[in-house]
């Protein structure tokens, strides 16, 4: 799927998607709210009719990451999709196949097995790979260091270009601190939060200037003015209101920098070094969660360096919250499947 030149700039600004939305089996449904607890964007408690729903605010009101995180959430199996998060046209248009989400097919099945029936036949890292959720509850309860100091040493062992290493941890279990950071975070987030809604786009109505607004600011910035995180802000504006923070009250949040002058592309290995501690938390049986909610004002904010203490060459890269999970969210979902080009 190409996006063609005059369509690059287009429908920018709250682009139509497909329908899409939730079915919820009220039978099934215990009220436990999990699902909305482990949502990072779309899903709401509907106070009337006691149930979740799909649904942001006003112009966005069905906006959704897709991510199956409510009903990996999900401890009765009371929820569904309906059909996929698509966009048809314009700057944001999916480039996914249109297939729909598809469970994991590491066979190639003509018609993909459910994840049970293919669960024997794969290798340890595979299962972990395809169970492992990003986990936004977790239990009151603080994790050993022998346990965090796993997750250190994996990260350590990971692939650099030219073997640089260009990485740096910073441990913090002060929930404190997170919460002092989390709060500048979410100040200066709110602010790309009204640029993009603004109170009359949460009430429904659109304003010229920002439609005119937002596609320029995508030249500059394509990945953050794509709707899809501008509703998962909406939704983590709410939970900072709710907790004070955006690490969901994790135990334990890992902040990892990369060093400005690495080999090559040392955001791309600081990404793989995160990812082989976040696969070696799951099979340590924990939960993680990236936050790139409060790690992106870093870039802009200097006082927030100096809390931490990063100084040059030290770049604030990703963060992720760590702790164990609180009831079971790590198993397989479906997911997009991405273009895959053969060249034999
Ligand atoms: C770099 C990065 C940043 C992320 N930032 C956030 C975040 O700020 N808040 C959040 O709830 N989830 C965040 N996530 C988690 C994604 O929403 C999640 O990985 C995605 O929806 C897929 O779901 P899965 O991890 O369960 O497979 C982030 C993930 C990545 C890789
Ligand atoms: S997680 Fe499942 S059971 Fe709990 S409120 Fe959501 S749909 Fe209902």
Redesign the pocket.
């Known amino acids: 799927m190409e996006i063609g030149i005059e369509e690059r700039y287009a429908n920018a600004h709250i682009p139509k998607c497909v329908p899409f939305d939730i079915k919820v089996d009220v039978e099934k449904c215990t009220k436990c709210k999990r699902c909305v607890l482990n949502c ?2 779309g899903i709401y408690w509907d106070e009337e009719k006691e149930m979740p729903r799909l649904g942001g605010y006003g112009l966005m009101e069905k906006v959704s ?1 897709a ?3 409510c009903l ?1 959430a999900c401890p009765s199996g009371a929820l569904e999709y309906v059909g996929e998060y698509r966009v048809l046209e314009g700057r944001y248009k999916t480039t996914l196949q249109d297939v729909g989400l598809v469970p994991p097919n590491p066979f190639g099945d003509e018609t993909p097995r459910p994840y049970d029936e293919i669960e024997e036949k794969l290798t340890d890292v595979e299962k972990v790979i395809y169970t ?3 986990n ?1 509850i977790y239990q009151n309860k603080p994790l050993p260091k022998e346990l965090i100091n796993r997750i250190l040493e994996a990260g350590r062992f990971a692939p650099s270009s030219g073997n640089g290493q260009p990485w740096k941890f910073i441990v913090v279990t002060d929930k404190n601190l997170i919460k002092e950071i989390d709060t500048e975070c979410i100040k200066f987030l709110s602010i790309f939060r009204w640029l993009y809604l603004g109170s009359r786009g949460i009430s429904g109505k659109d304003t010229p200037w920002r439609k005119a607004l937002v596609p320029l600011l995508s030249y500059t910035m394509p990945g953050d003015m794509d709707q899809r995180p501008m509703g ?1 802000l909406g939704k ?1 504006i709410d939970l900072y209101k709710e907790t004070g923070d ?1 690490h969901f009250d994790a135990p334990c949040v890992i902040y990892i920098l990369n060093d400005v002058r690495g080999i090559a592309s040392p955001e791309l290995d600081t ?1 793989i070094c995160a990812q082989n501690m976040v696969l070696a938390a799951h099979a340590l049986g924990l939960g993680t ?6 790690t992106v004002p870093f870039e802009f904010l200097s006082g927030l360096n100096k809390k931490l203490g990063i100084e040059y060459p030290w770049r604030m890269s ?1 963060s992720i919250a760590v702790g164990y999970p609180k009831g079971k969210i790590d198993k397989a ?1 479906p997911r997009g499947v991405p273009p895959v080009k053969w060249i034999e």
Request: charged residues 15%; hydrophobic residues 45%.
């Open positions: 990072p964007g990451l991510c199956n995180a990996a492992r959720r990003a936004r998962a983590a955006l990404g969660c990236y936050v790139g909610f409060g990703t979902v």
